[in-house]
């Protein structure tokens, strides 16, 4: 959009469809490789985080900026996009997804089964579910929503960074963990990752607020992790 003055809903649209072509990768090395799910998003991780500093010369792409190869950006970054980076239209985006995700998951059969495969793919299979249908569809949902955390982060920033994202990887799995404690199901679901990342957020303005040095603060959010973590495994060991 910045390069080469695309319009703003080409540019969404090719971001969100890359980026559900780079899960099929994902999910092919998963389901059809058998590699572990974790190795295999890591994997493609290092790889397209090289791949994209390589692509944008090693910097970040915002309006104004040249080209790696000297030539002048074209574009702008367009005031709907600005709007969709703000409060409160990024809130109900979320609010919007939450009840989506929190919809599909409890009150539909697509949603039981994605909970049924994700609980235990062998049991899951002697019931007749098809698990790999059914994780390759959990893993294009992961995928689209992925893209537009991207584009909402691309937003709010205003420019595009390589590691524009790399501080929420911790506050993500922390909000996962305590919403699966705290809304009481032993599961991961939305309405408690919701209350997770209300905690988590409250957590990291607070230890702003009191001038934690911003060094210790990945310290304190790993504490918060592992007795997310605890309490989480705890509980569903005790059921």
Known sequence: ?????????????????????????????I???KIPDLLATCAMMFFLDGLSLTYSGGGAISAGMPRPNGAPS??????ILKTMGTSPTIIIIMLVIVVFVHVFLNY???????????????????????????????GLMAGGFI??????????NQSA?????????????????????VAGQGKPNA????????????????????????????AIKGVVLAIALASAYYTTKEE
């Open 1 to 29: 959009m910045i390069w080469y003055g695309t319009n703003v809903w080409l540019a969404i649209l090719i971001a969100i469809g890359g980026t559900l072509a780079i899960t099929m990768i994902t999910m092919f090395l």
């Open 31 to 33: 389901v059809k490789c």
């Open 74 to 79: 074209i574009g702008v970054v367009p005031q």
């Open 108 to 138: 539909t059969k697509h949603g039981r089964y994605i909970y049924a495969v994700g609980g235990n793919k062998t049991a899951a299979r002697l019931s007749g579910i098809p698990v790999r249908k059914y994780r390759i569809i959990a």
């Open 147 to 156: 893209a537009l955390s991207g584009i909402l982060v691309a937003a709010r």
């Open 161 to 181: 960074q390589i590691a524009g994202a790399a501080a929420f990887s911790m506050p993500a799995l922390s909000a996962v963990f305590i919403g699966r404690s």
């Open 191 to 218: 309405v408690g990752t919701l209350i997770g990342a209300t905690l988590v957020g409250v957590l990291d303005n607070g230890l702003v607020m009191m001038s934690v040095p911003y060094y210790a603060l990945n």
